[in-house]
């Protein structure tokens, strides 16, 4: 078929579903419309289904079909990737049928729109913080159901992500020469993620940037933030007694000692 044959046959095919959704849309017999929006559904025709499903709601609300109607419809605004009317549409379901045998699933599902609303690491992670919140709900609400493993996997990936935006911002400090500012978030990173596989690397950059910041600053306080250097480095070695990292925290501290002794002998002849 060549290229404008091709075109042609699209344009019908578009056409014909344009017109069948119209003859549906006018017609006044719910449970044709009712079939129609569950075959749309069933082809994945999420945006048809939608138009459909919301007309009946007047209609089919009250009754014993309205249930697996508004189910549906939250399922095609996450179908259609519209997370943020969807989680609202799943956690009006679970309100509005607390005992329905889909409730589990929508409550579930409402935690997941908020997951995938989660941005990259470097953006606003308001909604990474709100699925991991969901999640957990989730978990507490319904400890025996089978997605428990799916849930508490997100949430660890949704923390990573939150380790990752924070390794970024305290990097950046570093970068710009905030050392002390970079301190504070590497060992902030080091108390809100207590499991990760990387406090010996956060807790070497903490060593780092106070030896830095001892370095540029004026000469009164040289000393007194070199000790600050130190006392890192005996934190280090009693927190991660294991790690490689350990006979480069120790040049750090040799080196601290260094400055303070200079500094305290310096002090002597001045007086």
Do not use: W
Request: charged share 30%.
């Amino acid at each position: 078929m060549n290229r404008n044959l091709l075109l042609l046959a699209c344009i019908i095919l578009l056409s014909s579903c344009a017109s069948q959704l119209t003859k549906v849309m006018k017609s006044t017999d719910p449970d044709y419309k009712l079939k129609m929006g569950e075959k749309y559904f069933a082809e994945k025709k999420y945006s048809n289904a939608q138009v459909v499903f919301e007309d009946l709601f007047p209609v089919l609300k009250g009754t014993a079909k309205f249930e697996d109607l508004y189910y549906k419809y939250a399922y095609t605004a996450y179908h259609l990737k519209d997370y943020m009317n969807a989680e609202n549409l799943f956690k009006t379901f679970v309100e509005t049928f607390p005992t329905s045998p889909k409730a589990e699933d929508a409550d579930f599902m409402r935690a997941y729109s908020f997951y995938k609303q989660s941005p990259k690491p470097e953006l606003d992670q308001t909604n990474t913080l709100k699925a991991m919140g969901q999640m957990q709900v989730f978990i507490n609400t319904h400890p025996t159901s089978p997605r428990i493993h799916e849930a508490t996997a997100i949430i660890d990936e949704s923390r990573q992500k939150l380790e990752i935006k924070d390794s970024k911002n305290a990097e950046l400090y570093y970068n710009m020469g905030f050392y002390k500012s970079a301190a504070i978030a590497y060992n902030s990173i080091i108390d809100n993620f207590p499991d990760t596989d990387k406090g010996d690397e956060y807790k070497l950059m903490v060593i780092k940037s106070y030896f830095l910041y001892a370095a540029n600053s004026i000469e009164e306080k040289q000393a007194e933030r070199y000790d600050k250097v130190v006392t890192e480095c005996l934190e280090f070695v009693d927190r991660f007694p294991e790690s490689t990292l350990t006979k480069t925290v120790e040049d750090y501290r040799q080196q601290s000692l260094n400055k303070i002794n200079n500094k305290n002998e310096q002090a002597k002849k001045a007086a």
